[in-house]
């Protein structure tokens, strides 16, 4: 996930079932916020991941989940990353109860 503070084309590359966006490194990079008890999730049975290309990074009261899910995968599944690649401020704030 991530956004351009102006113009430009963001690439999508596509590496067997792996998606990953190209920015322009000419372009800044906006900020991105996820607020109000917002989820980004890829949980499921392993190997999925989230990748944060931004300005500034805000996460309040709100959950980045890569993971596996309860009775999914096996013992050798690996769980996806948070990657959080920010040029500016990462703030990190706040609990979510499930």
């Given at each position: ?30 900020d ?21 290309n ?6 309040t ?23 959080l ?6 703030n990190?704030t706040?609990?979510?109860?499930n």
């Amino acid at each position: 996930m991530g956004g351009l503070v102006a113009a430009g084309a963001v690439g999508l590359t596509v590496a067997g079932n792996t998606l990953r966006f190209e920015f322009p490194e000419q372009v800044p990079l906006a900020d991105v916020r996820v607020t109000n008890n917002s989820n980004v999730r890829v949980a499921g049975n392993g190997g999925s991941s989230i990748a944060v290309n931004s300005g500034s990074l805000t996460v309040t009261e709100s959950q980045l989940l890569a993971g596996i899910e309860a009775g999914q995968g096996a013992a050798t599944t690996r769980a996806g990353d948070i990657l959080l690649n920010a040029t500016g401020i990462v703030n990190l704030t706040g609990t979510v109860q499930n």
